[in-house]
């Protein structure tokens, strides 16, 4: 806004001057500092005492607490001014006048230095600031106070804890300093329960907590970061559990989120002993390299490692099938009708959330993928399995038929037998081998026509009169991403959909591996602080992703303590 301000003050001799300035500011500040807009140099005012800003059309005077001013003769702290109003500051007299053209504030400030010597205005009164100055020596209330407070918070409680339990619990149940006091800051929740046995982590007073004491109660549950002959090993046993998990901290944070606890040695990964293909990583944003997944291969089902970004990648499962289809918007034809699927359809995410069960073929395909055969028994369906245990449902299937006597529309006349009639043995072996005939025609068209051949990759073997078909064994992969941690249900937001992360609308073959390269992560993500690259993004320090303790690597079994000792011993 536009400010005018005319300043109309009298001299001592009584003359009266005049001054105008203008200024362009949002607000304008009143107060006895010299970088004020509007400066009263006088000791009632404080250095910074009220401001003047727009409201909306309005003009709010607020004061700096607990200052206040005079306004039209009441005190107040704040106000809104309008045309008409007087503002009372020590000697100073601020009025709100009609505004000229072009300006939008207009203030008349009359100043009388006559008053600003008057007698209420004198020094003001000295005050005592010292001990010395009221008589008292420092040194021995300080020597006092020092005495008291290391016998009542130190000698006191080290004694009754020599004395034993009875004597600490006494202390702790007095009024009276006890050990308790010596605590740093409360446990985590995690811990809550060695609240009052400090001596169960902390073994002597006065000695920092030793991994021993964390192994007493979590040898069974903690992994290793590396395998025990990995060259940084060594070290990594003698580091202490202390430097990633701090305690008696506020706010309490028992797993330390410092990206340089991880960086200190993945920046350098060759010399701290990795194989000579690890990539440095200091940063999610700065320096990561992309995702390496992990895929079972057929026909052996080893796991293979690869990077995404850097070949073209594709899952050999022996799986026949297009994401594309059967996410088509328009719908797919399914005995019910047509059906517009959803990665839920299939993809049901475990209880925890952090990943999906397995996908069963009764449950999520059969309702459009029926395994019926005989139009006559509709409800009749053939296992899905093992290829011989098929064949043998289809002839138990069709033999009951035949010699039951009922028809059968592709069956020969001469096959069969009327209700009711006896057969000879010779004329039971003849329907039987019609069944098996009929059993290994539907048997044909199930496993390599209509249902078999759409998803798996089917052989024919055996002989014309005793086919068999083998079926190649599926095996998808279930964890793409094994060293690293992700949950799916802290993901399903509004503003993220399977498709934000998947492009399965456009997998036309079951080899397509969906997973997300980083820079589609790094839409969202940042670093440690999630404000890198001047982007505000969610923080992602290592620890959101990967853990320390790896599953997968060897137990922290209790022998190591016997080891930890012994390096303690010899340094």
Not at 427 to 454: H, K, Y
Not at 561 to 568: D, L, N, Y
């Amino acid at each position: 806004m536009r400010i005018l301000i005319r300043s109309l003050e009298t001299e001592k001799a009584g003359a009266l001057r005049t001054q105008e300035r203008a200024l362009e500011s949002d607000s304008l500040s009143i107060g006895r500092a010299t970088d004020q807009n509007i400066q009263i140099n006088d000791p009632r005012i404080d250095l910074q005492h009220a401001r003047l800003s727009r409201s909306g059309s309005e003009l709010q005077l607020t004061c700096t607490p607990p200052a206040q001013v005079e306004i039209n003769g009441r005190l107040q702290r704040s106000a809104i001014l309008k045309v008409g109003d007087e503002i009372s500051l020590g000697p100073s007299l601020i009025k709100v006048v009609e505004n000229p053209v072009g300006y939008d504030v207009t203030l008349t400030i009359e100043r009388d230095v006559r008053e600003s010597v008057a007698v209420e205005d004198g020094p003001l009164p000295k005050f005592s600031m010292s001990l010395a100055e009221v008589g008292w020596r420092k040194r021995p209330w300080a020597w006092a106070g020092i005495s008291v407070s290391l016998v009542l918070g130190l000698v006191l409680p080290w004694l009754m804890v020599g004395r034993g339990d009875a004597s600490i619990e006494w202390l702790r149940q007095s009024v009276l300093p006890s050990d308790m006091q010596w605590t740093s800051g409360a446990l985590h929740s995690a811990h809550g329960n060695l609240e009052v046995a400090c001596e169960a982590c902390h073994e002597q007073p006065f000695r920092r907590v030793r991994n021993e004491q964390c192994l007493d109660c979590h040898a069974n549950t903690l992994h290793q970061h590396v395998p025990a002959d990995h060259p940084a090993a060594a070290n990594m046993t003698a580091d202490r559990c202390t430097t990633c998990h701090v305690e008696h901290d506020e706010p309490s944070n028992l797993i330390q989120l410092d990206t340089r606890i991880c960086s200190d040695c993945h920046a350098e990964p060759q010399s701290h002993g990795a194989r000579p293909k690890a990539l440095p990583v200091t940063d999610f944003v700065s320096q990561h390299p992309d995702f390496q997944i992990s895929l079972l291969t057929a026909p052996d089902w080893k796991v293979t490692r690869a990077r995404l970004g850097e070949s073209e990648i594709v899952e050999k499962s022996n799986l026949e099938f297009t994401h594309a289809a059967h996410l088509n918007p328009k719908g797919i034809k399914a005995p019910q009708g047509e059906v517009v699927m959803e990665c839920a359809d299939c993809h049901t995410p475990t209880e925890s959330g952090t990943s999906f069960k397995p996908i069963e073929m009764e449950q999520h395909c059969g309702s459009c993928h029926t395994l019926g055969f005989d139009p006559a028994e509709p409800k009749r369906t053939v296992p899905h399995g093992e290829p011989a245990l098929v064949i043998q449902t289809l002839i138990d299937h069709y033999s009951r038929r035949f010699l039951g006597g009922y028809s059968d529309a592709v069956a020969a006349a001469d096959g069969v037998t009327p209700p009711g009639a006896s057969l000879s043995a010779a004329a039971r072996a003849r329907v039987l081998g019609s069944a098996t005939q009929r059993a290994n025609q539907v048997a044909a068209d199930i496993f390599e026509r209509r249902m078999c051949a759409d998803c798996h990759t089917v052989t024919r073997e055996g002989t014309p009169t005793e086919p068999l078909w083998s079926v190649a064994p599926v095996k998808l992969t279930q964890t793409f991403m094994p060293k690293a941690r992700f949950d799916h249900a802290a993901h399903a937001t509004g503003e993220a959909t399977c498709e934000t992360c998947h492009a399965a609308a456009d997998a036309k073959v079951a080899s397509d591996v969906l997973m997300p390269q980083i820079k589609v992560c790094r839409d969202c993500h940042g670093g440690e602080t999630g404000t890198e690259g001047g982007q505000a993004r969610i923080a992602s320090p290592c620890a959101s992703c990967h853990v320390y303790h790896d599953k997968q690597e060897p137990l922290w079994i209790p022998v190591m303590k016997k080891v930890i000792r012994e390096a303690a011993v010899s340094q």
